[in-house]
């Protein structure tokens, strides 16, 4: 079969025979003619499957007719993450080049101004993530009333981001007569839950097993200790016949850990986390994509959609707490067919987790030995030596800390002793200055005052004159 089976568009087959496709994917084979007979989709497909493209060319042909009005766009699809989003944008203009529809893309670290123009102007393709997108309907700049197609891309992952109730209000903000296609890499219950709210009758389309591991990647497991892993990590990037790669830590912080190693070892590196600026996070892809950056260290933060071809490698520098990201990791290599390679550093405490990923894949990873062991080892005696150094000047450090703190405690101490002196005498000196009245009155509500009450510390001689007035009780 080929795509001019599948009833899309003259101008949509030119795109798509400009971009080098003949064939199309078995989700782009199920999924565009049930989007173009206008039905509801509810499709499981893991990724490097062709997915964004069997929701794209069917758009681009039903949007081909009608026009956009200001501030109310025809269509919406929702991403996870703004690297997918701007994916998907990627796609429109690769795919819609010979069609005359307009887009905006709402992610955020962008200038608000730039997007309100193009909403102004109107859109047919509103490509958004969920909090962006509500922070325009809040400003009054987006109507989604007049929304006839959406898209949910990536459901699974906006679950797990905690993405789900902004999605909830967002598709409460569209007429209930729509189509909608629903998208996800992992299909549990409660996604299949969460589907129900949003589709009517939809056609289920399912190209592979869920979560299971693409056939074209090899899949390799070392195991190390904790301060074996920088070592054994670059000793297999100088052994293997890496061309590019993407590396994968659990924390944002260990990124930038290892992007430094990678660096001081004359590795071209790049990082890419959800604490950078967009601007930064595009940059660094763009030149991982031309080339000019060999590795991108990372968190699971592109381990969903990132549509880079020719990878040849993936390592997890850290096993994935969750099982599913281990699918959508590896999944950066081995795409359209390709042969990968997925290497995976292991210690003692990752055995839980990796009993979920085996259960997962439906079967175990083969371990292999390195080579040059003995000089990893060593390496990682003088990382263990480093950090017990470290440790021990921070302990010697917060000893004298301490020291010194108590010194200024009492020196502290001893001068509160003197002010609370000045101010005992003050507020004698006050107490015999006032009226006998006052007195008898507090005498008479039965209101108490105990001379010996310590006053307020810490103000020196300083103290406001409310400070001094005695304080009543309540009468019983």
């Avoid at 991403?79 to 010979?98: H, I, M, S």
């Avoid at 993407?246 to 850990?257: A, T």
């Avoid at 490698?313 to 994935?320: E, G, L, S, T, Y």
Wanted: charge should be positive; proline fraction near 4%.
């Amino acid at each position: 079969m080929t795509f001019a089976d599948l009833g899309l568009s003259p101008e949509v087959l030119k795109a798509v025979d400009d971009s080098g496709y003949t064939q199309p994917t078995p989700i782009q084979e199920k999924a565009i003619p049930t989007v173009l007979m206008g039905r509801d989709v509810l499709g499981t497909a893991q990724t490097g499957t062709g997915k964004t493209a069997s929701f794209t060319l069917p758009m681009i042909d039903i949007l081909a007719s009608g026009q956009a009005k200001s501030r109310m766009p025809r269509s919406l699809i929702l991403e996870p993450t703004r690297e997918l989003a701007a994916q998907v944008a990627d796609n429109f203009e690769k795919y819609g080049k010979y069609s005359k529809l307009s887009m905006a893309l709402l992610i955020g670290g962008v200038s608000f101004g730039d997007q309100e123009t193009k909403l102004d102007k109107g859109v047919d393709v509103l490509i958004a993530t969920p909090g962006r997108l509500l922070d325009h309907f809040e400003r009054g700049k987006v109507l989604l009333n007049g929304v006839r197609t959406l898209v949910i891309d990536e459901a699974d992952r906006m679950m797990d981001m905690g993405f789900i109730p902004d999605v909830e209000r967002i598709v409460s903000l569209m007429p209930p007569l729509r189509q909608t296609l629903f998208f996800s890499a992992t299909m549990s219950k409660d996604m299949r839950k969460l589907a129900d709210k949003f589709l009517m009758n939809p056609k289920e389309i399912e190209v592979e097993a869920p979560s299971s591991a693409a056939e074209t990647v090899k899949q390799v497991m070392v195991r190390v200790t904790r301060n074996e892993k920088r070592p054994a990590l670059r000793a297999m990037l100088k052994k293997e016949e890496v061309k590019n790669s993407f590396i994968f830590c659990n924390r944002k912080k260990d990124v930038d850990i290892l992007l430094g190693s990678l660096n001081k070892h004359g590795f071209s590196a790049g990082a890419l986390h959800g604490d950078m600026t967009q601007s930064s996070r595009m940059e660094t892809l763009a030149k991982f994509k031309a080339g000019e950056l060999n590795h991108l260290v990372c968190s699971d933060v592109a381990a969903r959609g990132i549509d880079i071809s020719n990878v040849s490698h993936v390592f997890n520098f850290d096993v994935p707490i969750h099982s599913e990201d281990y699918v959508h990791r590896i999944g950066r290599t081995g795409r359209a067919g390709q042969e990968g390679h997925a290497y995976m550093l292991t210690t003692k405490s990752d055995e839980k987790f990796l009993a979920a990923i085996y259960k997962t894949i439906g079967k175990e990873i083969p371990v292999v030995e390195l080579e040059n062991k003995d000089e990893i080892s060593a390496e990682a005696s003088e990382i263990a030596s480093r950090s017990r150094s470290s440790s021990k000047g921070g302990k010697q450090q917060r000893g004298r800390g301490s020291r010194n703190s108590r010194e200024e405690a009492d020196n502290s101490s001893s001068n509160q002793n003197n002010n609370n002196n000045n101010r005992n005498n003050k507020q004698a000196s006050m107490k015999d200055q006032k009226p006998a009245n006052n007195q008898n009155r507090r005498r008479r509500n039965n209101r108490d005052w105990d001379e010996d009450d310590t006053p307020v510390l810490g103000l020196g001689d300083h103290v406001p004159a409310f400070f001094n007035i005695p304080l009543r009780k309540a009468s019983s």
